[in-house]
């Protein structure tokens, strides 16, 4: 059967996340009844990460099987107008290999996570920013982030609820930087555990606030312990900006 990979954007503030669920809207959902409406196939797509309830994609890739072929160009038109008018759009298509697995054959994911810090609330970026109406220290927060680069025990940063079976990840990259009024965190990895990304981003704050030190972020890694990790930030900061393969 042929098989399709698709590049995804879209605003996860209305849906559940990515993955179907029984009773409240996905992307997932939202994706697989536009290919319905195109093809007349049932489908099940398979994504590069399973975002959560909240979560933004502005370079998601999924894949697909469909029964004959199609050209990319026409699978492209024909899902963003069955796509309309969620908040979902297929950016690109591509024909590609049955050994080509979405989530499988992912080398690294690269996610974004933005906090806006002026006073006045977000209007146009609402639900697309973690707002804390004051000035966080970017460049200890920064300095902090540099300290977990490399292969750790996460458990700290690690959702009580996650499945994967080790805590250990190699992060690749995580820095911190400015953007006039936001504070932008660049975090990636081959893959990540559940909750990992804004369980630090939480501990982050702390750090920008000076209530810790980045010694204290680091020894809160170390300390392999939930109980250590900052309140976690809200989804509705949390972007997955691209996936390498």
């Known amino acids: 059967m042929p098989r399709y990979k698709l590049t995804i954007e879209y605003d996860g503030t209305p849906f559940s996340g990515w993955q179907r669920q029984s009773e409240r809207p996905s992307v997932q959902q939202a994706l697989e009844e536009a290919i319905a409406a195109m093809s007349g196939e049932v489908v099940t797509t398979q994504a590069a990460g399973r975002t959560d309830a909240g979560v933004h994609a502005l370079g998601q890739v999924a894949h697909v099987d469909l029964s004959r072929e199609w050209d990319p160009f026409r699978i492209r038109e024909a899902l963003n107008y069955h796509l309309r008018p969620a908040p979902v759009a297929v950016l690109d298509v591509e024909a590609v290999g049955e050994d080509f697995e979405a989530r499988f054959s992912a ?14 609330p977000p209007v146009i970026e609402r639900d697309h920013v973690w707002h804390i109406p004051k000035s966080l220290d970017a460049a200890a927060m920064d300095h902090a982030a540099s300290l977990i680069v490399g292969l750790h025990d996460f458990t700290t940063f690690r959702s009580s609820e996650c499945q994967a079976k080790s805590p250990l990840r190699t992060l690749d990259r995580f820095s911190v930087r ?16 559940h909750h990992q990304v804004r369980s630090m981003v939480g ?5 920008g606030e000076g209530k810790w030190s980045p010694a204290d972020f680091r020894a809160a890694l170390d300390a392999k312990d939930r109980r250590r990790c900052g309140a976690m930030a809200p989804s509705s900061g949390l972007y997955l900006t691209q996936v390498d393969y």
């Not at 080398?107 to 002026?118: D, F, Q």
């Not at 501990?203 to 750090?207: A, D, F, I, K, P």
Request: no cysteine; charged share 30%.
């Open 178 to 193: 400015r953007e006039l009024d936001h504070i932008v965190a660049s975090v990636s990895a081959r893959s990540f555990l």
């Open 107 to 120: 080398k690294t994911r690269h996610y974004e996570y933005r906090i806006l810090t002026r006073r006045a």
């Open 203 to 207: 501990s982050l704050r702390l750090v």
